[in-house]
């Protein structure tokens, strides 16, 4: 189904998260598919910069555009972190259906000023787009400076732009594995209280899983997923080729590995409900 309204707003007003799940392929995009359409809920497949190095925007987005199309819920295709204006216009003509731009890197009024452009460029098109103020640091690439979304920026963005979401730093890590670490709660409600966005957090694995039920009630609108659903997959891969030295075969010998993802998506989706 066309992803046809902005289903992360409808969410962040109703005690709901929508998930945005990292795609490395059709199997995986397949098995989070079908989770949603188990639970009929709304699903965005993302692509992300790992995702990009082996197949250009177009491609993934041909190839997730036909999927979405054939399932029974709504489910998006959306571009996650890009810092490149040209890349954020390459997948708006590719059939996404929503953009992010990552200006976190940048000086706030470049960022603010990029963001705006891109989108009412989405907006003439029907897509949506999310924004990044602050930093959410990367733990597989050594960073751990957390740069807080700064509250009065956030209201800045939202009186200036079109932004639709907004990704924020609120002690929210990238990647973790085997560790987490809390949410500030204080930090949301300031950025709350002076924007009203939908509010997108990155960086699933590393928060709490009484911190992740805390946060449907406080206004998030989309949580994205990596990391966890990326570890099921290439886990239950290395188990079945240890437990299979002679087949040969992807096909089975990924079949597990998809089973377990949706599994695994089922029960992600349904926690945020
Ligand atoms: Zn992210």
Not at 210 to 216: A, H, I, P, R, V
Not at 229 to 250: L, W
Request: charged share 25%; proline share 3%.
């Amino acid at each position: 189904m066309r992803w046809d309204k902005d289903y992360v707003r409808e969410a962040a007003t109703s005690n709901r998260i929508v998930a945005g799940i990292n795609i490395f392929g059709h199997e995986d995009a397949g098995a989070v598919i079908r989770a949603a359409e188990r639970l009929e809920v709304p699903v965005i497949l993302m692509v992300n910069r790992d995702a990009r190095k082996v197949l250009d925007i177009e491609c993934w987005g041909a190839l997730l555009t036909s999927m979405a199309e054939r399932a029974c819920v709504p489910v998006a295709v959306h571009l996650d972190h890009c810092s490149d204006p040209e890349n954020v216009r390459r997948a708006m003509d590719s059939g996404y259906t929503s953009v992010m731009f990552d200006g976190s890197q940048m000086p706030f009024e470049e960022n603010m000023h990029i963001t705006g452009q891109l989108a009412e460029e989405a907006h003439r098109r029907g897509i949506f787009i999310e924004g990044e103020l602050g930093n959410v640091p990367y733990s597989d690439l050594g960073q751990m400076d957390v740069r807080l979304t700064s509250p009065e920026e956030a209201r800045i963005m939202q009186e200036q732009t079109e932004l639709d979401w907004l990704a924020v730093s609120v002690g929210n890590i990238h990647r973790l594995v085997g560790r987490k670490v809390p949410i500030q709660f204080e930090a949301l409600r300031e950025i709350q209280k002076q924007c009203s966005l939908p509010l997108v957090i990155h960086g699933s694995s590393g928060i709490y899983a009484e911190d992740m039920q805390k946060l449907k009630n406080e206004h998030i609108g989309k949580m994205n997923l990596g990391t966890s659903i990326r570890k099921v997959f290439g886990d239950t891969m290395r188990s079945e080729m240890i437990a299979n030295p002679q087949e040969f075969d992807r096909q089975k010998l990924m079949s597990q590995s998809i089973q377990n993802v949706e599994d695994a998506a089922y029960q992600i989706l349904k926690g945020l409900l």
